[in-house]
């Protein structure tokens, strides 16, 4: 096994699996809350490349030359875009069909899904797109043949993604609306007994999901430049089956289930074959599935009586 191949895979899993895992937090928080699984996600995170295309036009017109501070404001752009959106597919999709099955959320946010992603089809058109390179430059191990690299660009994906995941646990575990996110987690009904307005905690939380999707579709794009409005549907398949590995309704298993993925994908594509990568992944997941079904840190569903 060639010692800088591996370096350069694990390098490759550890960004592709940062991503995986921001991602994969939208679906394990509003599963955790509402029980339900958000399939309409995947496409805030294809929002949220093309506002990154919209967004570092605008701003490069405006006259804001540092890449530092192109990224920054983007990503924050970005955010309360896709945010936004979180809330509306939470007031439109879901609560009406809060009482009713589990079939027809499910259904809904297929419906969102395709919406969206016909929506972008038409006023954005087809073709890939793509944003120039803002980050030039990486870092180097070993001599001038033998070597792998780290880009700069992939420090950042790395550095913020661990950052937001720290910065998303922080809040809810010691703020006011991380308390209610659990309360009304744990028993909702109750929570509203006691004052806390489980609707707005509800969408609070899908807006969270979203702005996290958000980080991880900005990073990505600015990583590799093009991108089209069929990229989210693959990227959320891949981050559900993250969360799932990790145990959905678990934010440090989201991030645990993304990075197991992603390196799993990378070592896999990189000494075995790269056209059955997808395989693999969803094999991984069924091996989980069969041996451990509540994930690797979820905890099994108890029953209320």
Request: hydrophobic share 55%; net charge neutral; aromatic share 12%.
């Amino acid at each position: 096994m060639d010692f800088y191949v591996l370096g350069q895979q694990l390098v490759n899993g550890l960004v592709l699996g940062a991503t995986y895992g921001l991602v994969a937090v939208g679906y394990t928080m509003v599963y955790g809350i509402i029980g339900m699984i958000n399939f309409a996600h995947g496409e805030i995170y294809m929002l949220s490349a093309y506002l990154t295309a919209i967004g570092v036009s605008v701003l490069s017109y405006w006259g804001f030359g540092s890449p530092w501070a192109l990224i920054a404001l983007t990503l924050l752009f970005a955010m309360a875009i896709t945010s936004l959106y979180g809330v509306v597919i939470e007031r439109l999709a879901y609560r009406p069909l809060r009482g009713s099955n589990r079939l027809a959320p499910l259904i809904s946010a297929i419906g969102v899904s395709l919406i969206l992603q016909n929506y972008v089809q038409l006023s954005q058109g087809a073709r890939n797109q793509g944003v120039p390179t803002l980050i030039d430059g990486a870092l180097r191990f070993g001599d001038q043949e033998h070597f792998f690299q780290i880009t700069y660009m992939q420090v950042v994906i790395i550095v913020v993604a661990f950052i937001s995941m720290l910065g998303l646990n922080l809040i809810v575990r010691y703020t006011t609306l991380g308390r209610a996110c659990r309360a009304v987690q744990q028993d909702r009904e109750m929570a509203q007994i006691l004052g806390i307005h489980a609707d707005r905690i509800i969408a609070a939380v899908f807006a969270m999901g979203a702005a996290m999707a958000a980080v991880a579709g900005v990073l990505i794009t600015l990583n590799y430049g093009s991108f089209d409005f069929f990229v989210g549907f693959i990227t959320g398949i891949k981050a559900f089956t993250a969360a799932v590995l990790g145990g959905i309704g678990s934010l440090p298993g989201a991030m645990l289930g993304g990075v197991l993925l992603g390196l799993a994908e990378s070592l896999f594509s990189g000494f075995v074959n790269s056209d059955y990568k997808d395989v693999f992944a969803f094999g991984l997941l069924v091996a989980i599935l069969i041996f451990r079904p509540s994930g690797l840190l979820g905890k099994p569903i108890v029953e209320k009586v």
